[in-house]
C-alpha cells in the first residue's frame, strides 16, 4: 500500500488551501465531517504506522491491532468520531535526553489518538499552510530544516550580520491554551472541530517516577502548553508562532529594522542591517504579550563578521579559504558533530554482540543521515574528523572482538575500513571536494 496521499484527498486539499488562500477571512464551518471520512482516517491510520513509535497508555501496539482485527478496530473509531462519542486517552509522558544537555520531555498519545489527530491534520493542514509567511519553515510541506540554513546563510552574504540569535523559553509547555484556540478559530468555526482540538490540549498527562509509581497530571485544569509527541501539536505551535511573524509583516518592522526572520518552529534568528538590538526589543515586548519568553540566557545578540552562532546544527560566521581569503561560512556546529561521536561510541560499545555485518549496516545508516543533513556550506573540515574518527573506532570495536593485542594497524590499516569492512566514508576526493 503507497503511503502517497489518494488523489481525492489531495483534491480536497487543493481545495481547502485555495479558499484559504483566496478569502483570507474566510472561516470553515463543515470540517469534522472530513475527519471520519473512511479513506482520510484510513490513509491516517497508514501514516501513523508508517511512522511507528512507542505505545501509549494502553500499551497497544500496531501489530496488536492487526492481529486482533483492524477492521473491527478502524470501524469502532469511526462510529465513535461519527456520534460525537471519541474522547482522547490520557498521553504517557517521557523524558529524552536533550541534545546540550538536560532532558525534555515527550508526550506519547496511544495509537487510536494519533490516528485522529493525523486525520485532523490532512484536513486542517492546508487551511493554515495558506495563511502562514514565507520566513517559516519548521514542520511544512516541502519545506524543511535545510531551507532555512540555506536562507539563513544568503541573508549573512546579503549583508544582514547583525543577529538576534534567539530562544524561545520552554515554547511548546507555555503556549496559551485560550489565545491558541483564539487562534485556531479565526479560520475554524466548526464547533466539533474546535471541541476536538481542546480536547487534545487538556488531555491527562500519565507520568511515572523513579519506583515505577504512576501519576496523572494536567487535564481540564490546564490552561497551557501542547504536549511533544503529539501529531497535531507541530502545526498547533505553528499556528500560535504565526501571531508574532505575522505581527512582525503588519507592522512593517522589517522595514524599519532593515530585517529579515528565518523561523524553524520554536527556533529562528533575525538577521538585520544594524538594527538588531532594536529588533530583539520590539521581539521580547510582542513575545509577552502573547504570553510566551526569550529565553535571557540564551538569546543574544552577534556580529555574523566577526562572530558565530549556531542554528539548526549548522554554526554561521567567519572563515577563511584555503587560500587565506575570508568569508561567510555555513558549517556543522561543533556540537552536531559531538552528537554524532557519541551516537557512534554508543553504536560500537563493547558489549555489542550483533554480527558485523549488520553493525556496520547500522553505522552507515547514521552516517548517510548525518552526511544528508550536512550536505550544505563549508563540510570538508568536517567530514574528515568524522571519518578520521570512525577509522579508529570501527578499528577498535573489531580489534576488540578478534582479540587483536596491538593497536590492530596492521590487521586493520586505514583502508580496510572502507574497504573490505564496508564503512561509508564522508570526505570523497572528487572535482566538487578539491
Not at 504517557?92 to 493525523?118: M, N, Y
Amino acid at each position: 500500500m503507497s503511503l502517497k496521499t489518494p488523489e481525492k484527498i489531495r483534491q480536497l486539499q487543493k481545495k481547502l488551501y485555495v479558499k484559504a488562500k483566496h478569502e483570507p477571512t474566510f472561516r470553515f464551518y463543515q470540517l469534522y465531517d472530513k475527519v471520519h471520512r473512511e479513506d482520510i482516517l484510513m490513509h491516517a491510520y497508514l501514516l501513523a504506522r508508517a511512522n511507528g513509535g512507542a505505545s501509549g497508555v494502553d500499551g497497544q501496539t500496531f501489530s496488536d491491532i492487526e492481529k486482533e482485527g483492524l477492521v473491527e478496530w478502524f470501524a469502532e473509531l469511526r462510529e465513535e468520531l461519527h456520534s460525537k462519542t471519541y474522547k482522547p486517552n490520557p498521553v504517557r509522558r517521557v523524558t529524552i535526553p536533550k541534545p546540550g544537555g538536560g532532558t525534555r520531555p515527550l508526550g506519547i498519545p496511544t495509537i487510536r489518538d494519533r490516528v485522529v489527530q493525523t486525520a485532523a491534520k490532512l484536513v486542517l493542514e492546508p487551511i493554515f499552510e495558506a495563511d502562514f509567511e514565507d520566513c517559516a519553515y519548521g514542520y511544512r510541506p516541502k519545506r524543511s530544516a535545510q531551507d532555512a540554513v540555506r536562507k539563513v546563510h544568503q541573508l549573512l552574504r546579503d549583508g544582514y550580520t547583525d543577529v538576534v540569535d534567539a530562544d524561545l523559553s520552554k515554547y511548546f509547555d507555555t503556549i496559551p491554551h485560550h489565545e491558541l484556540m483564539q487562534s485556531v478559530a479565526r479560520r475554524i468555526v466548526d464547533r466539533q472541530m474546535l471541541k476536538l482540538i481542546k480536547a487534545w490540549l487538556k488531555v491527562p498527562v500519565e507520568e511515572g517516577d523513579d519506583r515505577g509509581n504512576r501519576r496523572m497530571k494536567g487535564g481540564k485544569k490546564s490552561k497551557q502548553g501542547t504536549p511533544q509527541g503529539g501529531v497535531i501539536s507541530p502545526l498547533l505551535a505553528n499556528i500560535y508562532m504565526h501571531r508574532y511573524l505575522k505581527a512582525w509583516r503588519q507592522r512593517g518592522k522589517g522595514a524599519q529594522y532593515r530585517a529579515r526572520i528565518v523561523n524553524y518552529a520554536d527556533d529562528f534568528v533575525i538577521l538585520s542591517r544594524g538594527h538588531a538590538a532594536e529588533a530583539m526589543e520590539w521581539t521580547r515586548s510582542t513575545m509577552a504579550k502573547i504570553g510566551l519568553t526569550l529565553n535571557e540566557t540564551k538569546t543574544c545578540l552577534r556580529r555574523a563578521q566577526v562572530e558565530r552562532f549556531d542554528f539548526l546544527g549548522y554554526t554561521f560566521g567567519p572563515a577563511r579559504s584555503w587560500q587565506g581569503e575570508p568569508y561567510l561560512a555555513a558549517q556543522p556546529s561543533a556540537r552536531s558533530l559531538k552528537r554524532l561521536k557519541e551516537r557512534i561510541i554508543a553504536q560500537l560499545h563493547r558489549g555489542n554482540m550483533d554480527p558485523g555485518p549488520d553493525v556496520v549496516a547500522r553505522l552507515n545508516r547514521t552516517l548517510r543521515g548525518w552526511r544528508n543533513y550536512f550536505s550544505y556550506g563549508t563540510r570538508r573540515v568536517a567530514y574528515r574528523a568524522v571519518d578520521h574518527f570512525v577509522r579508529q573506532r570501527v578499528r577498535g570495536f573489531f580489534r576488540r572482538r578478534h582479540k587483536v593485542s596491538t593497536r590492530g594497524t596492521r590487521r586493520f590499516p586505514s583502508d580496510w575500513t572502507s574497504g573490505p569492512a564496508g564503512v561509508d566514508r564522508l570526505y570523497v576526493i572528487s572535482p566538487a571536494n578539491a
